[in-house]
């Protein structure tokens, strides 16, 4: 930033020239192999605020980061288009989690209401297993090359070899698989990979799909009101749907998913092999 703005133009406009022609050829996926250094990335580790699991960061290169934010601008209004129509609001959209969060209480008010004579509805929250380091990169690339073919060039650029990751002992690991923290395209990747994967679950399900109320998503993060008698084919078929792209819910007791329902009453129990909400 400092040498763009620096006094002397003709140095500024030497660099802004180079990173220019930089990010044509970026856009492009057409970077000579000499630069597939800028696709790694250092491990660090960071305490939570809770539990002693911390929580790995991989931290990427900084042009890396400056093509991804270039892409996500020229192409915001398309990415927010087309997530927007699968029910996503944590990409590309200012004030989304406020938005979830005044729907999800306009929801329960309504659920709760003496006025409400339905048949009993379960609110399901859906909180996927470190999604972002987790999807494959052949689902990233489906779904991107579905929704969001401007960006396929560099994405299948960045994902033609395993990206080396540095970790704190000094040792490097090739990784072909997510999104480092950081990168700008990380959550467009999210989200439109769970655009498709909730396409599946809809498939799944066939004539139930159509008894299910909605599904809004933050990134990763799921809210999906539905039927009691839905809620364990439809958890079944979001499991299922989930292992062809690299994520989960957990297994067992680490399942992160919670139910509620309205009006008040008992839950299914869990399954034994954990697919079944707890």
Not at 138 to 148: E, N
Not at 212 to 239: E, H, K, N, S, T
Not at 249 to 255: D, E, N, Q, S, T
Request: proline share 10%.
């Amino acid at each position: 930033r400092e040498l763009t703005s620096t006094r002397s133009r003709p140095v500024a406009g030497r660099l802004r020239g180079a990173l220019a022609s930089f990010l044509a050829l970026a856009t492009q996926g057409m970077l000579p192999e000499t630069l597939r250094w800028i696709t790694g990335s250092r491990l660090v580790f960071l305490k939570k605020k809770s539990g002693v699991k911390p929580r790995p960061i991989r931290v990427g290169e900084l042009l890396r980061r400056v093509v991804a934010k270039h892409l996500c601008f020229a192409h915001r209004a398309g990415l927010r288009e087309t997530l927007l129509a699968h029910r996503q609001l944590g990409v590309a959209v200012p004030g989304g989690a406020d938005a979830l969060v005044h729907l999800r209480l306009c929801i329960e008010e309504a659920l709760a209401s003496p006025d409400f004579d339905q048949s009993q509805l379960v609110v399901l929250d859906v909180d996927l297993v470190n999604a972002f380091p987790s999807f494959s990169w052949t689902a990233i690339r489906a779904s991107v090359a579905r929704h969001a073919p401007a960006i396929l060039p560099w994405t299948s650029w960045c994902h033609r070899a395993p990206a080396p990751v540095l970790l704190p002992s000094g040792r490097e690991m090739p990784v072909a698989r997510g999104a480092e923290q950081g990168d700008p395209l990380g959550p467009a990747y999210c989200g439109l990979v769970i655009a498709d994967v909730m396409a599946s679950v809809w498939a799944a399900l066939g004539p139930l799909a159509s008894a299910a109320i909605a599904d809004f998503w933050y990134m990763d993060d799921g809210q999906v009101v539905l039927p009691l008698p839905l809620l364990d084919p439809f958890v079944r078929a979001l499991d299922s749907a989930l292992v062809p792209v690299g994520a989960t819910r957990g297994l067992g007791a680490l399942v992160k998913s919670t139910a509620r329902l309205f009006p008040p009453g008992p839950l299914p129990v869990p399954s034994p092999d954990g697919t079944a909400p707890p």
